[in-house]
């Protein structure tokens, strides 16, 4: 059972939205800084986005500055993303950090949901 699970992927038009979402039933993510990352294949890991503990620092990858937006509430933490690109095309996954600020020390991780944008 994975500790982390991302939700709300799927297939969309360039120029449209997804919502992803990232819960546990195992942790109380309240108490972690979680990333958001990405994959597509035969590519490196990206970092998309991450936001603290407590919400008031978020920070995005160059390439998704402007169209994703984090944030959190309670036990899930959300990765809104506008105005789509195919080149947004990957598997997603959120990780928890080992602070709880995002100081790029990841410790768990979820099992990833699909993004295609496609026409």
């Known amino acids: 059972q994975e500790f982390l699970v991302e939700s709300g992927g799927g297939s969309v038009q360039p120029g449209g939205s997804l919502r992803l979402s990232c819960t546990s039933s195992r942790l109380t993510l309240e108490f972690y800084a979680i990333s958001w990352f990405r994959q597509a294949p035969e590519t490196e890991r990206e970092g998309v986005s991450c936001?603290?503990?407590?919400?008031?620092e978020t920070s995005y990858g160059e390439s998704v500055k402007g169209r994703f937006t984090i944030s959190r509430d309670k036990n899930t933490v959300y990765l809104q993303m506008d105005n789509l690109r195919p080149e947004d095309t990957a598997v997603y996954y959120c990780?928890?950090?080992?602070?709880?600020?995002?100081?790029?020390?990841?410790?768990?991780w979820g099992v990833g949901t699909q993004v295609t944008v496609s026409s």
């Open positions: 936001i603290s503990m407590s919400g008031d």
């Open positions: 990780a928890t950090d080992l602070l709880d600020y995002c100081s790029g020390n990841y410790e768990k």
